[in-house]
């Protein structure tokens, strides 16, 4: 969502400030703006509605150089999309810039108001700015303003705190949004996301739940929520910051989508031995926790949702296992009961979904064998904060709609559910059978994207339409959902997935010629119930296109359409089949001219409920 980056150094720091912006494109915004403190002691603030470009271009207008500042891009939340609303907000000698929410603002500036203070914009953060105004005017250090006016905030905050007066130094706090410090030799940096920082360091320092950080040119001081200076350690990441360059690719979701046999083919180098799944980076202490569980609860969001639930019916019908899918967001207020030996997974691509994270959070006061995450961010708050940890290794994924990460968390919840059964004491063959289909999952993957041209041909048919069905069963039925999804996201068709058998219970009432059916129907044991589902489309009318590696022999085939697909072993069709869906959307998307990477009002990490 919203992206932060703050530079305290001996250099200009106008150019570090505006490239880490631009590092943050991929998250979402709608705004962006900077404020720096300037040689004469002054603050200057620019914002700007709309791109990092337009902000870039103000600059270049203006005579602007310092050594102390702090940038963001806004999504909003609070007031709409507007250049009064964007960050860096302001009063008088303090500067902020702020992701998350304060949910009791309104109460805070109402008291503020009786003080004289006036908010010029609609959101939340102003109120901030304002409070620590004041309450400088009540004494005390930088440091100690900020730590008395943080326990009167209720919400989430990543935030980063200029006062004019201070020019030798950055206030940081983090409580429910990701804050990352980047360390060099005399500067120091502050980002809500390591990619804004990769090209300057790669010494990173992640801040803990409550703490506060003092950032100096030279010195880094951490607080916890308690005021107790700590220690947090250092790591070096190993992200090249080239490795977020479209390279060859038009688009950063191209790009990803045709990554995905690589960085599969890798993640299985060194997990697959002999025919079994290697999961020493557990532990083998961890193994007897596995063994034990009798129930997997998979709680996650979106994209991350949908792969929990095709995992679901692997987990159930490959290892006799019962398993819950729940999106995080419900589960948090859902008071669940947990079932006897429950076992925790939780699916996120950044490690810092607010809902996923609260979830975990929350399962730590209950009775779970433990907890799994299953990420794609080193470092980030659900890995550092979960018992046990299954990196996805996708590399960045910047395109805001996943298509590798959802790729690799199946593959990696496939290996679970092998190591899982071995643990147990199952028949071999499920393991055996497993380690076989993963070996050629990337060659599968690779035939898939060969569709691409025929995909890039069949978006036009949807060019001007405004809604689709989707269509699948069993494990399919989750891979309707992500190829809905897709659509959706990025080319803002209103799309809907329904497990076929549910077309008799309500959507067989939109179907007409102007309505275009996906069916996801790959040869196996319920194809004859989907072929059924089918024919109840053709008789009303409705536009069908089958994805299938099946024969259809049928007389008439009128608004039917045929995409063959190849031949993929049953186990791993979800993961081989959703990525013609993916080059659907994507040519789609672009027929449409939709900001591919970019779609409106929406954020890649979304670290507010």
């Not at 000698?93 to 108001?113: A, C, F, M, P, T």
Request: net charge neutral.
């Amino acid at each position: 969502m919203c992206g932060i980056i703050g530079a305290i150094s001996y250099r200009n720091i106008v150019d570090i400030l505006l490239d880490g912006l631009r590092r943050l494109e991929y998250r979402g915004y709608d705004s962006s703006g900077l404020a720096i403190v300037d040689i004469h002691g002054q603050v200057m603030c620019l914002r700007r509605l709309g791109g990092v470009q337009n902000l870039s271009d103000a600059v270049e207008n203006t005579i602007l150089s310092g050594t102390i500042g702090i940038a963001h891009t806004r999504w909003a939340t609070h007031g709409k999309p507007a250049e009064i609303n964007a960050h860096p907000h302001t009063s008088s000698d303090i500067s902020i810039v702020h992701n998350g929410i304060i949910e009791n603002y309104q109460s805070i500036y109402k008291q503020l108001r009786e003080c004289g203070y006036i908010c010029s914009s609609e959101t939340d953060t102003e109120v901030v700015a304002h409070l620590v105004d004041w309450e400088g005017k009540q004494g005390g250090s930088f440091l100690e303003v900020v730590q008395r006016v943080l326990p009167r905030l209720r919400g989430t905050y990543g935030m980063v705190i200029l006062d004019r007066r201070m020019p030798d130094r950055l206030i940081a706090a983090r409580s429910g949004s990701p804050l990352v410090i980047g360390c060099s030799i005399g500067e120091n940096f502050i980002g809500s996301d390591p990619i804004a920082l990769l090209p300057i360091t790669r010494r990173l320092i992640y801040l803990e739940e409550g703490d506060i950080a003092q950032i100096t040119a030279s010195s880094i001081m951490i607080f916890d929520r308690c005021g107790n200076s700590v220690q947090r350690s250092e790591i070096l990441s190993n992200i090249r910051h080239d490795s977020v360059n479209k390279g060859v690719y038009h688009h950063y979701m191209q790009k990803e989508i045709y990554e995905q046999s690589t960085v599969i083919k890798k993640r299985l180098q060194g997990c697959l031995k002999n025919n079994k799944v290697d999961f020493s980076e557990l532990g083998s202490k961890n193994e007897i926790l596995l063994k034990n569980l009798k129930h997997i609860q998979i709680v996650a969001c979106g994209t991350s949702y949908n792969a929990g639930m095709v995992a679901r019916y692997w987990f159930e019908s490959l290892i006799q296992v019962p398993c819950d899918v729940e999106i995080a967001s419900e589960f948090r207020y859902r008071q669940p009961v947990v079932r006897h030996n429950s076992f925790l997974i939780t699916l996120s691509q950044s490690g810092e979904t607010a809902d996923t994270l609260a979830a975990l959070r929350l399962s730590k006061t209950m009775r779970y064998l433990g907890s799994l995450a299953i990420c794609n961010v080193p470092g980030s708050s659900l890995v550092r904060e979960s018992d046990l940890v299954l990196m996805t290794q996708a590399g960045p994924e910047i395109g805001v709609a996943s298509t590798k990460s959802f790729t690799t968390q199946l593959t990696i919840l496939l290996m679970l559910l092998a190591k899982i059964s071995y643990l147990k004491g199952m028949k071999p063959d499920i393991e055996r059978n497993i380690v076989e289909a993963l070996k050629v999952l990337p060659y599968r993957i690779d035939q898939m994207l060969l569709k691409n041209d025929f995909m890039a041909d069949l978006a036009k048919d949807f060019i001007n339409k405004e809604n689709a069905l989707f269509l699948g069963r069993g494990t399919q039925y989750p891979i309707a959902m992500e190829g809905a999804l897709k659509l959706k996201e990025i080319s803002y068709i209103h799309a809907e997935a329904y497990a076929a058998g549910e077309l008799k219970h309500g959507p067989l009432a939109l179907i007409d010629d102007n309505m275009p059916v996906i069916v996801v129907a790959p040869d196996n044991d319920l194809l004859e119930k989907i072929k059924s589902n089918i024919e109840e489309v053709r008789a009303r009318g409705g536009s069908l296109y089958i994805f299938t590696n099946a024969q259809f022999c049928v007389l008439n085939i009128e608004n039917m359409h045929i995409i063959s697909i190849p031949y993929v072993e049953a186990i791993i069709t979800p993961i081989a089949y959703i990525v013609p869906l993916q080059l659907l959307s994507y040519h789609i998307a672009l027929l449409k001219g939709n900001n591919v990477d970019q779609p409106r009002n929406l954020a890649k990490s979304v670290t507010v409920e």
